[in-house]
């Protein structure tokens, strides 16, 4: 197994303990700074792994297949934890959640059909924002401009995510076309 895929595991890895530590606020109100760290490191090995897969030429079918499923777990795992804390509304998560459904999906009938669809520039910002919004959630720092920066970004997330939706559904929307008539 090459590093990007041992990097790939271990983000998948981190997940349950990233899930521990943001529902239980052990040891003694660390529980979040402890879930924190976890996720940004999490969130670093996901940048890190495609940069050496790619670098390196070591793009592999294991890879594909896991480096977006992990990314999902991380994701949905966190949005998941914070709605159950209270920390964002479930309806945004839903959002989020159903375009990564979509978009999965989507990716299958295009993999049955032999095309290949690459993440987009908007889909690449998507992340970035959710990734942004989700550290700044969990971190929760108790003043007003920090609050207000928070919302900002929680809004451009949740904006990107649906832009990133429309655009990767719009650059490819041959491949929902049926040629049997």
Known sequence: MNLPNK???L???MVPFFVFFMLNDIPEGYGKWIALTLFITASLTDLLDGKIAR?????????????????KLLVCSALVCLTGK??????IV???ISREFIISG?????????????????????TVFQ??????????????LYA????????????????????????????LKNDEH
């Open 94 to 96: 839903i959002v989020i």
């Open 148 to 175: 207000i920066l928070t919302q900002v970004v929680v809004w451009v997330a949740l904006i990107l995510t649906v832009v990133s939706l429309v655009d990767y559904l719009y650059k490819n929307r041959e491949v």
């Open 55 to 71: 670098k390196y030429n070591l793009v592999t079918n294991f890879g594909k297949f896991m480096d977006p499923l992990a990314d």
């Open 86 to 91: 209270g920390m964002l509304a479930s309806w």
């Open 7 to 9: 990097l790939t595991v």
């Open 131 to 144: 990734m942004i919004m989700i550290g700044m959630l969990i971190g929760d720092l108790q003043f007003d």
């Open 106 to 126: 989507f990716r299958l009938v295009a993999s049955d059909n032999g095309v290949v669809i690459a993440a987009s520039y908007w889909g690449k910002f998507k």
């Open 11 to 13: 983000r998948v890895l």
